[in-house]
Structures are given as C-alpha cells and as structure tokens.
C-alpha cells in the first residue's frame, strides 16, 4: 500500500537559518508529489509538486524540494527561513486515479 | 476567484444530532475531496467526487456519515446522529482532475457535546 512518512513530528530553526523537512514515500510507480502548507487556523495551500521532469522543484514562498528515486524521498527546503514560515507542512503522494495520501505532517517553530 | 467556500466555519451541536456541512468548490474544478482532520489521526481522507459522480467513500467511518453532490457547485457531508468523537475539523478541497493540484477551503469546526 502507499504510504507517506515525515519522519520529524516538529522542528525549530533560527529565524534566517536554512531548513529542511524530510518526505519518504512508498509507492511502485512513478508517483506525484506535493508539499503543502497549513497556518494555524486554516486549510492547507499547495506548496509545490512533482509530476515529472527536472527532480529540483521550485515553488511559492521561496521552498523548494528535490526528488530522490533512488532514496524514495521528496525533501522540502528553504535556505532563509522567516518568522512567517512557521507553520504545519504535509507531504502528499497521489497514488493513482484521484486519491491523495498526506503524511503526518512537521510543525514548524521558528525562533527569533 | 473565491475559493472554496465551506459553512458553517464552526459548528456546536449536541451529541444525536443531525449535522450538515457545506462546500462550494472553485467553478471549473471536476473533483472534490471531504478530508477530517484532528490531532490523533491526523488529516483523513473521507469521500472524493469526480465529475459530481463518488468514486471513493472507503474513508467514510460509518453509516452515519454521507455525502452527495447534487452539482457541479455543491456538496453535503452529513452526520446522523452526530457522536462526540465526531469533533473535528472537516475540509472540503477541489482540484481538476489533470493538474491534481487540491485547493482547501477553511474548514468547519464541529464540536459534539
């Protein structure tokens, strides 16, 4: 079965530190990947995705993420990272037809 | 463009309850998606529509909850009778089916008591 693991339940980075979320996934084909983000609040908003092409992704906010087949992982980064960013990050595979499956998702806390 | 549209943003009802939550989803998407989410189980997918039509509800917890959509513009998560394990916060997202691209709303809040 497909499944999406973030292995960091939470992290805290200085603000203007560099920052990376991991995303490992379990999937037999070439799979679709998302990064979205959650405020306190409210609902999620598309970070970025994978669909094919280029395995360095570039998305809204600064983020970006990079594809890994070998190591089966879709990790989030950002190499500035602002007060603003704090929040909660979910990693989404979509396994086929239309089903999305979401991770557990990082809460992000950004200290001053 | 609005976005999606749910509502109410938050509901208290009492535990027996008949609960319903709305969606509007963005005009011209073709998929809508009703997700729970709370603190231990984390985001839960509940039913997805395609084209008005359910494809998937294997993610509807029991008899108590169903969905429809009656068009292209609106659907219904209904909860009948409501328990207190019901207390969440649901989700309705759209997306078009080709950029598979989901757009949430903000959410409604329900509380059972």
């Known amino acids: 079965a497909q499944s999406v693991t973030q292995p960091d339940i939470h992290i805290t980075v200085s603000e203007g530190a560099s920052l990376e979320l991991r995303c490992n996934y379990s999937y037999g084909a070439t799979p679709y990947l998302f990064w979205y983000v959650q405020s306190p609040g409210q609902g999620l908003q598309l970070l970025l995705k994978?669909?094919?092409?280029?395995?360095l992704v570039q998305g809204i906010k600064g983020f970006e993420a990079e594809f890994k087949r070998s190591q089966s992982s879709f990790n989030l980064r950002k190499p500035s990272v602002h007060w603003s960013d704090a929040a909660e990050y979910f990693c989404?595979?979509?396994?086929?037809?239309?089903?999305?499956?979401f991770g557990a998702g990082t809460r992000l806390f950004v200290k001053a | 463009d609005a976005g999606v549209i749910q509502s109410p943003r938050h509901e208290v009802t009492e535990m027996g309850q008949e609960v319903t939550l709305r969606c509007k989803p963005i005009?011209?998407?073709?998929?809508l998606f009703w997700y729970r989410q709370t603190m231990m189980r984390g985001l839960e997918l509940l039913i997805y529509?395609?084209?008005?039509?359910?494809?998937?509800d294997s993610g509807m917890p029991e008899d108590r909850f169903s969905a429809k959509m009656p068009n292209a513009s609106f659907s219904t998560l209904k909860i009948q009778p409501s328990e207190p394990r019901d207390s969440a916060v649901y989700f309705c997202?759209?997306?078009?089916?080709?950029?598979?691209?989901?757009?949430f709303g903000p959410g409604t809040r329900l509380t059972v008591t």
């Open positions: 997202a759209s997306s078009l089916a080709d950029t598979k691209e989901q757009y």
């Open positions: 529509f395609n084209n008005n039509v359910p494809i998937d």
């Open positions: 994978y669909f094919s092409g280029d395995t």
């Open positions: 989404a595979v979509e396994s086929g037809g239309f089903k999305t499956i």
């Open positions: 005009s011209g998407h073709n998929s």
